[in-house]
């Protein structure tokens, strides 16, 4: 297992963007962690979050040109790693959206680098996988190639079937999704905590109940 997965885990935990108690989530259930990468809200947060993502895409292998950053999440992860790649020694261009296209200036509905080669998407977190798959769409449109997804964290959590939005992604556009931590590797990290091991029962029966496989 790659060191960094649980140093991320330390700083959602340190930045309190990952907390435990219990909170409702879009589907419903009572989940006894919660994790909102916008708590991540000043520039040295920000730096060392990307670096994260830098760490994990390189771990990864994938092949890949450029980055885009759907909008609007996306758009800080994508220029933050990327100027956290250009530190590790691999610069490429980035790329990210607009919400609206713009009618005047340069126009379109893009910023940053032209749209070519393969293309890998940063983004928060997956839940719907609508970012997802408008990224893609948008991508494929300009002629370039999605070649993976970057996330911060795989909650492992089956969706209204018995996969989870990171698995329905896997399996409806065949690209990999990359993700710094998931919630396994929570799981690890709070067994070694003694002022956090009271949260490992609940986070372990809502897996137990809610999980997915890999």
């Given at each position: 297992?790659?060191?960094?997965?649980?140093?991320?885990?330390?700083?959602?935990?340190?930045?309190?963007?990952?907390?435990?108690?219990?909170?409702?989530?879009?589907?419903?259930?009572?989940?006894?962690?919660?994790?909102?990468?916008?708590?991540?809200?000043?520039?040295?947060?920000?730096?060392?979050?990307?670096?994260?993502?830098?760490?994990?895409?390189?771990?990864?292998?994938?092949?890949?040109?450029?980055?885009?950053g759907?909008?609007?999440?996306?758009?800080?992860?994508?220029?933050?790693?990327?100027?956290?790649l250009?530190?590790a020694?691999?610069?490429?261009?980035?790329?990210?959206?607009?919400?609206?296209?713009?009618?005047?200036?340069?126009?379109?509905?893009?910023?940053?680098?032209?749209?070519?080669?393969?293309?890998?998407?940063?983004?928060?977190?997956?839940?719907?996988?609508?970012?997802?798959?408008?990224?893609?769409?948008?991508?494929?449109?300009?002629?370039?190639?999605?070649?993976?997804?970057?996330?911060?964290?795989?909650?492992?959590?089956?969706?209204?079937?018995?996969?989870?939005?990171?698995?329905?992604?896997?399996?409806?556009?065949?690209?990999?999704?990359?993700?710094?931590?998931?919630?396994?590797?929570?799981?690890?990290?709070?067994?070694?905590?003694?002022?956090?091991?009271q949260?490992?029962?609940a986070?372990?029966?809502?897996?137990?109940?809610?999980?997915?496989?890999?």
């Amino acid at each position: 297992m790659h060191a960094f997965r649980q140093g991320f885990i330390r700083f959602a935990v340190a930045q309190k963007v990952l907390r435990f108690g219990e909170f409702q989530t879009k589907a419903g259930r009572l989940s006894p962690y919660f994790f909102n990468s916008g708590l991540f809200q000043d520039g040295a947060a920000l730096r060392e979050l990307c670096q994260f993502y830098a760490q994990a895409i390189l771990a990864s292998n994938v092949e890949f040109d450029m980055l885009f950053g759907p909008a609007y999440k996306g758009i800080p992860l994508v220029a933050g790693t990327s100027i956290a790649l250009a530190e590790a020694g691999r610069n490429v261009p980035y790329c990210f959206n607009r919400k609206e296209a713009k009618d005047h200036g340069e126009g379109g509905n893009t910023v940053g680098a032209k749209l070519q080669g393969r293309v890998l998407i940063i983004d928060d977190v997956i839940s719907a996988g609508t970012s997802v798959r408008e990224s893609i769409e948008l991508i494929r449109a300009a002629g370039a190639v999605p070649c993976g997804v970057v996330i911060a964290l795989d909650r492992m959590e089956r969706g209204l079937g018995d996969l989870s939005a990171v698995q329905e992604v896997r399996r409806d556009y065949g690209l990999p999704v990359i993700s710094i931590a998931s919630l396994d590797d929570l799981l690890g990290y709070l067994q070694g905590q003694a002022e956090l091991v009271q949260n490992l029962h609940a986070v372990q029966s809502y897996r137990d109940c809610y999980g997915v496989k890999e």
